[in-house]
């Protein structure tokens, strides 16, 4: 057993942060109406603004973000292709078609559709009969494609979310977070790249009924390159969005907006925000050593960590305050000890705003030491674990 320790490094850097991801409060002046918000620049992954982004709200359509991404795994692991065609059933029909009155692409009844048509119903008209004619096809039934999608949400690291259909109408067990879609958003860019184009087709024809695509900000030329937009009563209009300008991406999940028209002016200031407020900085350079680990057993001491790769994060342009970068390991690592090794994590916070984490690894090789080395190093890790 272990007493979980930290290896701290302070920088007397002047930058401030505006991330915090506990906080509701305006951050750096800045505020928006939003309920539930979280906004990270993709790259780095550090956090602009952050409030309640862990609360589980209703999830609406923005369920239609794993329904793709369970869809375009299908694709991936050749289960499908994108010219497999599945029947339009009186059930799809019923539920997510003509007579549901929602968002539909009019399949027609007992017709037979292609699969990449129905992505296109789903990523450009968020079409409900599209995403059950998907989830019969690929599961069997809407239910066993649901347990699939939150299947898939769990060996992403989605932990609170869970999808009780694959459209994202009313159901108490459609649940989602702010943070959870922006980790899901940032998967699709990152494994399906291949498929994110159809996000962005300005409209989609089919049963001779054309519709423009419905993501809202697509028309205000400001960056966006998807995602979704939701809406229940109980948790009112939500949006996910990409947005790549500027040599900026941004991804953006808000939730409990009060309407259509706020929603659409809300994003444009965060986004417009985030773009103009913040630069990129580096803290550490590629191989550069971070931190030390205290090594049990070996013919050394100690261990240099260091990051993957380069370690940058997005700061406000009008810094003021210092950072804190924190390794964090399980004391102490036990020798051998062979380049390369996982060990913990780097936390780079401002106060108390956590930016980003950063997985940190051993650079150095450490051998086993003598006997008389490995006793010593006993002692003193009995004595640490007592105190």
Same mark, same amino acid.
């Given at each position: 057993?272990?007493?979980?320790?930290?290896?701290?490094?302070?920088?007397?850097?002047?930058?401030?942060?505006?991330?915090?991801?506990?906080?509701?409060?305006?951050?750096?002046?800045?505020?928006?109406?939003?309920?539930?918000?979280?906004?990270?620049?993709?790259?780095?992954?550090?956090?602009?603004?952050?409030?309640?982004?862990?609360?589980?709200?209703?999830?609406?359509?923005?369920?239609?973000?794993?329904?793709?991404?369970?869809?375009?795994?299908?694709?991936?692991?050749?289960?499908?292709?994108?010219?497999?065609?599945?029947?339009?059933?009186?059930?799809?029909?019923?539920?997510?078609?003509?007579?549901?009155?929602?968002?539909?692409?009019?399949?027609?009844?007992?017709?037979?559709?292609?699969?990449?048509?129905?992505?296109?119903?789903? #990523?450009?008209?968020?079409?409900?009969?599209?995403?059950?004619?998907?989830?019969?096809?690929?599961?069997?039934?809407?239910?066993?494609?649901?347990?699939?999608?939150?299947?898939?949400?769990?060996?992403?690291?989605?932990?609170?979310?869970?999808?009780?259909?694959?459209?994202?109408?009313?159901?108490?067990?459609?649940?989602?977070?702010? $943070?959870?879609? +922006?980790?899901?958003?940032?998967?699709?860019?990152?494994?399906?790249?291949?498929?994110?184009?159809?996000?962005?087709?300005?409209?989609?024809?089919?049963?001779?009924?054309?519709?423009?695509? $419905?993501?809202?900000?697509?028309?205000?030329?400001?960056?966006?390159?998807?995602?979704?937009?939701?809406?229940?009563?109980?948790?009112?209009?939500?949006?996910?969005?990409? +947005?790549?300008?500027?040599?900026?991406?941004?991804?953006?999940?808000?939730?409990?907006?009060?309407?259509?028209?706020?929603?659409?002016?809300?994003?444009?200031?965060?986004?417009?925000?985030?773009?103009?407020?913040?630069?990129? $900085?580096?803290?550490?350079?590629?191989?550069?050593?971070?931190?030390?680990?205290?090594?049990?057993?070996?013919?050394?001491?100690?261990?240099?960590?260091?990051?993957?790769?380069?370690?940058?994060?997005?700061?406000?342009?009008?810094?003021?305050?210092?950072?804190?970068?924190?390794? +964090?390991?399980?004391?102490?690592?036990?020798?051998?000890? #062979?380049?390369?090794?996982? +060990?913990?994590?780097?936390?780079?916070?401002?106060?108390?705003?956590?930016?980003?984490?950063?997985?940190?690894?051993?650079?150095? #090789?450490?051998?086993?030491?003598?006997?008389?080395?490995?006793?010593?190093?006993?002692?003193?890790?009995?004595?640490?674990?007592?105190?």
């Amino acid at each position: 057993m272990h007493r979980r320790l930290f290896a701290a490094v302070v920088f007397s850097l002047f930058f401030i942060s505006v991330a915090h991801a506990q906080s509701a409060a305006p951050q750096a002046g800045f505020d928006v109406k939003a309920k539930q918000v979280y906004l990270i620049e993709a790259q780095t992954g550090t956090v602009l603004f952050a409030r309640a982004e862990d609360d589980t709200v209703p999830a609406a359509s923005l369920a239609k973000l794993m329904t793709m991404a369970t869809v375009f795994k299908a694709l991936a692991d050749g289960g499908i292709t994108l010219e497999t065609q599945y029947p339009v059933t009186e059930y799809a029909w019923r539920t997510g078609g003509a007579p549901s009155r929602t968002s539909t692409m009019f399949a027609a009844l007992k017709s037979n559709v292609r699969v990449e048509d129905l992505i296109r119903g789903v #990523t450009v008209q968020f079409a409900n009969d599209a995403c059950i004619i998907l989830g019969e096809g690929i599961a069997g039934s809407e239910a066993a494609f649901a347990e699939q999608m939150t299947k898939e949400a769990r060996a992403l690291g989605l932990v609170k979310s869970n999808f009780a259909n694959a459209t994202g109408l009313p159901n108490p067990d459609n649940k989602v977070t702010m $943070r959870e879609m +922006v980790l899901l958003a940032r998967h699709l860019q990152t494994t399906y790249p291949q498929h994110m184009r159809y996000y962005l087709e300005p409209e989609f024809e089919w049963n001779k009924i054309k519709q423009r695509n $419905r993501n809202p900000l697509l028309a205000l030329n400001i960056g966006v390159t998807g995602f979704v937009t939701g809406f229940s009563e109980e948790g009112g209009y939500s949006i996910v969005a990409a +947005v790549n300008r500027d040599g900026k991406h941004l991804l953006l999940a808000m939730g409990g907006l009060e309407n259509e028209k706020t929603r659409i002016e809300e994003s444009r200031r965060i986004i417009e925000w985030a773009l103009s407020s913040f630069e990129r $900085r580096t803290l550490f350079k590629e191989g550069e050593a971070i931190a030390d680990a205290s090594v049990y057993g070996g013919d050394a001491s100690t261990v240099p960590l260091v990051a993957g790769e380069q370690v940058d994060v997005f700061l406000p342009k009008d810094n003021s305050q210092r950072l804190v970068a924190r390794v +964090v390991y399980s004391w102490p690592v036990r020798a051998p000890v #062979t380049p390369g090794q996982a +060990v913990g994590t780097l936390k780079i916070w401002n106060d108390k705003q956590l930016l980003r984490e950063v997985p940190v690894k051993t650079a150095g #090789t450490v051998g086993e030491g003598t006997l008389r080395a490995r006793a010593l190093d006993a002692l003193i890790e009995l004595f640490f674990f007592w105190i």
